[in-house]
Structure formats: C-alpha cells, structure tokens
C-alpha cells in the first residue's frame, strides 16, 4: 500500500495542524452530495464519521462537515430550484420558527450538560426519532400499496399516511398559499414544524434534513420533491449560521471544506438530477433505508462498538450512492435516445413532405 | 437567456440570505469565551494564501469567521453555476421534472 505514502496526496492543514489525504476528503465530499442531494439533507451524520476516520479531530470533523454542509445545500439548491423544487415561501415562513427551536433544544442541552446526562439521552433520544422517522416511511408505502389502485392515485402528496390533511383543516389565521407546494394552510402550521424540528435539530446537534424531510411531507403536505428541495434552503441557512459560529470557535479548516465542496458540486448534480428520474415514493423508500442505517450505527456506538458503527455508515454511503447513480445515469440515457429518436422521427417526416 | 436571468434571481435570493444569516449571527453570537484555543502553527506553511488566513485565524477570530462564510458561499455559489453550464451542455431537460408521487 505504498500509493497512500505519495507526498503529493498529502495536503497540509494549517489550524488543525497535520497532513490529510485530500483524495479521501473529495470521496466523502462526493459520496455526501450525491445522497444529500437526493434525499434533501446535508448529511452530518455521514460526514463527521467520515472525517474522523481520516484522522480528524472530532471538534475538526464536526467544524468543517457543517461549513461544507452550508456550501453543498448552496450548490445543490440552485439545481433543485431550476427544477422548481424549492418552495422559498415555506422555506422563509418555516425559519423563525426553526431558528427559535434550534436555540430552544441548544438550551435543553446545556442543562442536560448540567446534570451529566448529556451523551445517553442525546444518542437515545436520536435513535427513537429515527425509529419512528423509519417506521413512518415505511408504513405510509404500504398503507399506500394496499390501500389505492395506481389509477386512482393523487399524483401530489402523500397518499399512504395524510397527517396534512388533517392538519391543513385548522384554520387559525392568517391562512396562506403556497403556489410551488400547491397548498393553502394556516401560517402557523409551517412555522410549528420549523419549531418543532428545530429543537429536535438543536437538541440532537444535526443539520435536520433527516427529520424536516418527512416532516414537510407527512405533516405539511409538501409533494416528495418540493420538500427535498424546501428542506435543502433551510439546510443551506442554518449550516451558514452554524459554520460562523464553528469558525468563531476556531473549530473550522477551511482548506478541507474547499476541496470537499468540490467533490460535492458534481455529487450534489448527480443527487439531484436523480430525483427527476425517481417517483417520490422511490425516494422515500431508499430514504428509509438510510435512516434505518444511520439508527444500527448509533445503536452500535451506544454499546462500543466504534469500528462496526464506521463500517456500517461507510457501507450504506457507498450502497446508496451507488443506487441513486444508478437510477441518475440510466434515466438520463433514457431521456437522451428518447430525444434522439424523436430528432431521428422528425428529421424523416421532413425527408418524406420533400419526396 | 432567459434561464440564465433566472438562474441569477435565484443566486441573488441566496446570496441575500447568506448575507443576512451573517449579520445576524454577527448579532447574536457572544464573544468567544476563554475556551482552550487552538493556535495555528504559520512557521510550517508555504502557501502565501494560507500563510495569511492563518494568521488571520490567530489574530482576528471574528474576521476569520466572516471569511469563512463568504468564501464558503462564493464557492458554493461558483460551483453552482460552473455544475449548471456543464449540465446544460449535455442535452438533458434540467428545467421540468414529471411530479409523480408513485
């Protein structure tokens, strides 16, 4: 394995003060746009662990994955937003809300910290959410499955598990439209769920994309796509906040968060680009799967086992993103021979009409 | 044309709100405590560009912090855009997408 003690592979960084194999920080800063990209999030929970394996800092990782995050949720909501995926009127009436909550579950943390329970109920309190996050997913897909014919069904939101409808009946105003989202509901429905999910973000120390996502489509009724692109801007927002506040902490190598963004960038397209080829349902199933995962490698830390918790996060990256590639490549060689054919169609028609 | 134009409302919305999340983390941030600090060792790099954002990192914290985001943003933003010219050239439709929940 002598190709890894190459010089050149090396890149100094100069505030945490040691060497990096920058080929690896642009692996993971592809592998985590293409997955964030896809699913709508910024994918904390795949990079900090990812970071650490290749000798950073804990308070580093954390740091640069979150400044990178920022970067990435930029490069990724410009795609989203040609694609009209992103909902910015949700996304502004949402942030109030979700900037209040992140300091509302930062300060239950300080005083967890207080009482020394901080490490177990954090991590506890984490894997139940994703417990229910991945159970709602699920279960919604089969309620869904058995309970419509394909004819029949609303081609807009979710279909199996319809929370929103419920929640969209309290009229409490002022009452607003969303265009893009194609809904009407109260203001404080969105601005609630930017709350609720900020405290959970700030509690648990996460970007939030894992628990906005479902929450913009099971509880506001967002369709699958707008709330992938929605939740990115809001990802985008609170990851610019968080990488000054890191950056004021000294907790930031800038070097490694640009090289990083760069593998992102065409990672990020790649993610994205695939969430036009995939039916929301599609989306959400392979986003369960990833909660599932990130929950086990949780679970596994809880109890010490530190390399088996890598080995399972590292393995889902590389699954999923092998998956989402899949359905990214081979739906934009469908759309191209269609294109072709139809040029080739045209271009015949032409010929005869000057026969 | 007209994707460009409105590929620069979109960039000028973000912008703007990474503009004011700075100004109001600006705000609300309280002065560093008197944590343990990590010093960057300056003697070691070479870089005439890293050699002054690590002194920067060493002298002026709060500015280190504003160039962090704005760099972050700029290059995100940079690479947005450079992903969009080379996506465009590659014949897809990346403007409209079925809405297909199923």
């Given at each position: 394995?002598?190709?890894?003690?190459?010089?050149?592979?090396?890149?100094?960084?100069?505030?945490?003060?040691?060497?990096?194999?920058?080929?690896?920080l642009?692996?993971?800063?592809?592998?985590?746009?293409?997955?964030?990209?896809?699913?709508?999030?910024?994918?904390?929970?795949m990079v900090?662990?990812?970071?650490?394996?290749?000798?950073?800092?804990?308070?580093?990782?954390?740091?640069?994955?979150?400044?990178?995050?920022?970067?990435?949720?930029?490069?990724?909501?410009?795609?989203?937003?040609?694609?009209?995926?992103?909902?910015?009127?949700?996304?502004?009436?949402?942030?109030?809300?979700?900037v209040?909550?992140?300091?509302?579950?930062?300060?239950?943390?300080m005083?967890?910290?207080?009482?020394?329970?901080?490490?177990?109920?954090?991590?506890?309190?984490?894997?139940?959410?994703?417990?229910?996050?991945?159970?709602?997913?699920?279960?919604?897909?089969?309620?869904?499955?058995?309970?419509t014919?394909p004819?029949?069904?609303?081609?807009?939101?979710?279909?199996?598990?319809?929370?929103?409808?419920?929640?969209?009946?309290?009229?409490?105003?002022?009452?607003l439209?969303?265009?893009?989202?194609?809904?009407?509901?109260?203001?404080?429905?969105?601005?609630?769920?930017?709350l609720?999910?900020?405290?959970?973000?700030?509690?648990?120390?996460?970007?939030?994309?894992?628990?906005?996502?479902?929450?913009?489509?099971?509880?506001?009724?967002?369709?699958?796509?707008?709330?992938?692109?929605?939740?990115?801007?809001?990802v985008?927002?609170?990851?610019?906040?968080?990488?000054?506040?890191?950056?004021?902490?000294?907790?930031?190598?800038?070097?490694s968060?640009?090289?990083?963004?760069?593998?992102a960038?065409?990672?990020?397209?790649?993610?994205?680009?695939?969430?036009?080829y995939?039916?929301?349902?599609?989306?959400?199933?392979?986003?369960?799967?990833?909660?599932?995962?990130?929950?086990?490698?949780?679970?596994?830390?809880?109890?010490?086992?530190?390399?088996?918790?890598?080995?399972?996060i590292?393995?889902?990256?590389?699954?999923?993103?092998?998956?989402?590639?899949?359905?990214?490549?081979?739906?934009?060689?469908?759309?191209?021979?269609?294109?072709?054919?139809?040029?080739?169609?045209?271009?015949?028609?032409?010929?005869?009409?000057?026969? | 044309?007209?994707?460009?134009?409105g590929?620069?409302?979109?960039?000028?919305?973000?912008?703007?709100?990474?503009?004011?999340?700075?100004?109001?983390a600006?705000?609300?941030?309280?002065?560093?405590?008197?944590?343990?600090?990590?010093?960057?060792?300056?003697?070691?790099?070479?870089?005439?560009?890293?050699?002054?954002?690590?002194?920067?990192?060493?002298?002026?914290?709060?500015?280190?912090?504003?160039?962090?985001?704005?760099?972050?943003?700029?290059?995100g933003?940079?690479?947005?855009?450079?992903?969009?010219?080379?996506?465009?050239?590659?014949?897809?439709?990346?403007?409209?997408?079925?809405?297909?929940?199923?």
């Amino acid at each position: 394995m002598d190709i890894f003690s190459a010089d050149w592979l090396y890149m100094y960084m100069p505030i945490a003060g040691m060497k990096v194999l920058w080929p690896a920080l642009l692996l993971i800063g592809f592998a985590v746009g293409v997955i964030g990209g896809f699913f709508g999030m910024g994918g904390a929970w795949m990079v900090t662990p990812g970071l650490n394996i290749i000798g950073f800092p804990m308070a580093f990782a954390i740091g640069t994955d979150i400044a990178h995050i920022a970067g990435k949720s930029m490069i990724s909501t410009i795609r989203h937003s040609k694609f009209g995926n992103v909902d910015y009127r949700m996304g502004l009436v949402m942030l109030g809300g979700t900037v209040a909550g992140i300091e509302a579950g930062a300060q239950a943390i300080m005083y967890l910290e207080q009482v020394g329970l901080v490490g177990s109920v954090v991590r506890w309190a984490y894997v139940v959410f994703l417990a229910l996050i991945s159970w709602l997913v699920f279960y919604d897909y089969a309620k869904a499955e058995g309970g419509t014919r394909p004819d029949e069904f609303d081609r807009q939101a979710a279909e199996g598990v319809t929370w929103y409808r419920a929640l969209h009946r309290i009229n409490i105003p002022p009452m607003l439209h969303f265009p893009v989202s194609g809904i009407t509901c109260s203001l404080w429905l969105p601005v609630l769920v930017g709350l609720v999910t900020g405290v959970l973000v700030g509690f648990l120390g996460i970007g939030g994309g894992l628990l906005r996502m479902p929450a913009l489509v099971y509880l506001v009724g967002c369709p699958t796509h707008i709330a992938v692109g929605t939740d990115l801007f809001e990802v985008m927002i609170s990851g610019l906040y968080g990488a000054f506040t890191f950056a004021l902490k000294g907790r930031i190598e800038l070097v490694s968060v640009f090289v990083m963004l760069t593998g992102a960038a065409i990672g990020a397209q790649i993610g994205t680009v695939a969430t036009k080829y995939s039916r929301g349902y599609g989306i959400r199933i392979a986003f369960g799967v990833a909660v599932l995962c990130c929950m086990v490698s949780i679970i596994l830390k809880e109890f010490g086992h530190e390399i088996s918790a890598a080995v399972i996060i590292l393995s889902a990256i590389s699954l999923i993103c092998l998956y989402i590639m899949k359905v990214m490549f081979v739906g934009a060689a469908q759309e191209l021979r269609e294109k072709r054919q139809s040029r080739a169609q045209a271009r015949l028609q032409n010929f005869r009409r000057m026969r | 044309m007209k994707a460009m134009i409105g590929l620069m409302h979109v960039i000028r919305r973000v912008l703007a709100v990474a503009v004011a999340v700075v100004l109001f983390a600006a705000w609300a941030v309280p002065a560093v405590s008197g944590e343990f600090v990590v010093v960057a060792d300056t003697r070691v790099v070479e870089s005439a560009i890293l050699r002054y954002f690590a002194d920067l990192y060493n002298i002026n914290p709060f500015m280190n912090a504003v160039w962090a985001v704005v760099l972050t943003a700029l290059y995100g933003s940079f690479l947005g855009i450079l992903m969009d010219f080379i996506l465009s050239r590659t014949g897809l439709d990346l403007s409209s997408r079925p809405s297909d929940e199923r």
